[in-house]
């Protein structure tokens, strides 16, 4: 039977068509591919190699073909056991470990510590509590600052909720277990959530996108809080029931919190030279500007451009308005006792203001004349005068043991707030010298407060100059990152690795310097003057060791280099102060014993 002539000549026609013999090629790749495959698949039960391969790079464009048809119906599921199966038969169990950020212990050099924990997101949005607890887990000098508040409070009976709580959650922290684990922070939360009677604290109450610096700055209050109230009670007259505190440790005062330390600021006046006193202002963590439009940015230049001798054209001079004031008073004095002298008649109370006028003006010129300035003068009505230029300066009187540093990532543009992403390069190890005070003040407002040490030459032997100028030196302990825009994202911890357990006491000692700040021997060149532990320099010094990256509850080990590269995502560092070496250890021997001998 032949098809009717109207059909054959529409066919004829049709493969004529430019178009469709372009379309061709393509209809037979996405029909007559699946029937063949479905055709051995259904004769041989096996795909060859070669065939499987092209069918899926097919797959891989989102194409479901009959052969996928025929083996759904015959056994369904067998596409999605088979990539199941592989997957397993790739990824052994350490291999998992190791991709879900836990090292495998048979590829570590050395005794195998544990696995450091992680902590459980409880909502979601509290990456920025997990990445700030974890970064203050790091602290060498916290956890011992917290168990002497925790045992002050134990022994006086004061409660102290938030620095027990703390105090457990970073003891978990730095435990290693034989098997990894994640905890969940449920005990500060509630603590930092009812830190205050009738407060419940929105950090933790909302679902939106927080700050982590704002959960620092809520510990941080936090700690302070219950460090004054411990001190309060250890300064309470309790009668003679005190006298068993007498000879105890409870009556000694705690202090001031790792984080706090101080700022000296000047404001002096380029008209007159008249410097105001020095104030002292506390502060448990700076807050960096960052500028726009660049590409990068050193973390010494921030700190410079904090510190930097900045000039002023708003401010009030106390010298100045003091002068205004002698001046104002000195004509009306004598106008006054001009007037008493030209008419004797007058009444007794321009004459008694007259007197009184007098009287202030030579206090004020009394004042001014010996500087003291600042004191207030009973019933002066002081003028008010804006200097033309003065300076203003910010220095670190005194450095904390923690320096907290937050990089504000935050640009206005009206309305409309946006992240800066400008990467930020800083060092492993910051010298804060340039930046603190000295013993020695300037007043003269066009010079620095105080001014940059002098630069040490390097030598091999230490000398007295080596230690004549004290050196204010801090270890990089964790760096907070967040990822993301202004508005929302995700907050990662990277924090040093704690030292084992079998260090004992020595686990939780500050950073040191092992050798004098210029020596430059062997190890001192290879792994840098400030150690924790010689005998542990080359399993803490290995590429990708000695530090982890937690984001909630992945915890993978990495290596300064990775951390250093994280300029673009930083956003709160933390320092810890290297305490100095002894200085007898390094001084040089009496002339006597050179000269006994030779």
């Known amino acids: 039977m032949q098809p009717p002539e109207a059909v054959w000549n529409w066919l004829t026609n049709l493969a004529q068509d430019s178009a469709v013999s372009q ?3 393509y209809y037979v790749v996405l029909f007559l591919c699946p029937l063949l495959a479905l055709f051995f698949t259904r004769s041989f039960h096996r795909i060859p190699s070669r065939l499987w391969t092209i069918l899926m790079v097919l797959e891989s464009f989102g194409l479901n073909f009959a052969w996928s048809w025929g083996a759904a119906q015959s056994n369904a599921g067998t596409s999605h056991e088979a990539k199941k199966l592989r997957k397993k038969h790739i990824r052994t169990r350490n291999e998992q470990l190791e991709l879900n950020g836990y090292a495998r212990p048979e590829l570590r050099t050395g005794q195998f510590e544990g696995y450091y924990p992680g902590l459980v997101n409880i909502s979601g949005t509290y990456c920025f509590m997990n990445a700030t607890l974890q970064a203050m887990a790091s602290l060498s000098y916290l956890q011992p600052f917290l168990v002497a508040v925790h045992e002050k409070a134990v022994r006086l009976d004061v409660p102290s909720p938030v620095v027990d709580a703390l105090l457990d959650l970073l003891s978990e922290l730095n435990t290693p277990r034989s098997s990894y684990r994640s905890i969940r922070p449920i005990e500060i939360i509630n603590a930092l959530s009812s830190h205050s009677r009738g407060k419940h604290n929105s950090l933790f ?45 409870a009556n000694k005062e705690i202090g001031k919190s790792v984080f706090d330390g101080l700022t000296a600021n000047r404001r002096s006046c380029v008209d007159c030279g008249y410097t105001e006193a020095v104030m002292h202002f506390a502060f448990d963590s700076w807050q960096l500007a960052l500028p726009r439009y660049v590409e990068y940015y050193r973390l010494e230049d921030c700190l410079a451009e904090y510190t930097k001798l900045e000039l002023l054209t708003d401010c009030i001079c106390r010298r100045c308005s003091m002068i205004a004031t002698h001046r104002r008073l000195q004509r009306e004095a004598d106008q006054l006792e001009k007037a008493v002298n030209a008419d004797p008649q007058l009444s007794v109370s321009k004459k008694k203001k007259a007197k009184d006028t007098r009287k202030m003006e030579l206090k004020v010129k009394a004042a001014l004349e010996n500087g003291r300035l600042e004191e207030d003068i009973k019933g002066l009505k002081l003028e008010k005068v804006f200097s033309k230029a003065s300076t203003k300066q910010a220095m670190i ?17 009206g309305h409309f707030v946006v992240k800066n992403s400008v990467r930020v390069i800083f060092p492993e190890i910051l010298e804060l010298t340039p930046f603190t005070t000295s013993g020695n003040l300037s007043t003269v407002p066009s010079v620095p407060i105080c001014s940059p040490p002098p630069t040490l030459p390097r030598s091999a032997t230490p000398t007295q100059a080596t230690y004549a ?34 260090c004992g006491a020595w686990r939780f000692a500050p950073p040191r310097f092992a050798d004098p700040v210029e020596c430059e021997c062997e190890k001192c060149l290879r792994y840098g003057n400030i150690r924790d532990d010689d005998d542990a320099i080359d399993s803490m ?16 080990e990495v290596g300064i280099e990775s951390v250093l590269q ?21 001084l040089p021997p009496p002339r006597s014993m050179l000269l006994r001998h030779r």
Request: net charge positive; glycine share 8%; proline share 6%.
């Open 205 to 249: 109450s909302s679902r939106e996108h927080q700050d982590a610096q704002e959960l620092f700055q809520l510990v941080s209050e936090c700690i302070k809080r219950e460090v004054n109230a411990v001190d309060r009670e250890g300064h309470r007259d309790r009668g003679l029931g005190g006298l068993s505190l007498v000879s105890s440790e």
């Open 566 to 586: 994280e300029g673009c995502g930083a956003f709160m560092l933390y320092y810890e102060r290297v305490r100095k070496p002894s200085n007898r250890v390094f």
């Open 397 to 413: 009187a005194r450095p904390p043991l923690v320096l907290a540093l937050h990089l504000n990532r935050s640009l206005s543009y």
């Open 469 to 502: 100028t004290p050196r204010t030196i801090y270890r990089l302990a964790a760096v907070v990152c967040h990822y993301g825009q202004h508005s929302f994202g995700h907050y990662v911890c990277y924090r040093r690795k704690p030292r084992p357990p079998s």
């Open 541 to 556: 010094y290995l590429r990708g060791r000695g530090w982890l990256r937690i984001s909630d509850d992945s915890v993978q």
């Open 23 to 25: 379309l061709v090629p």
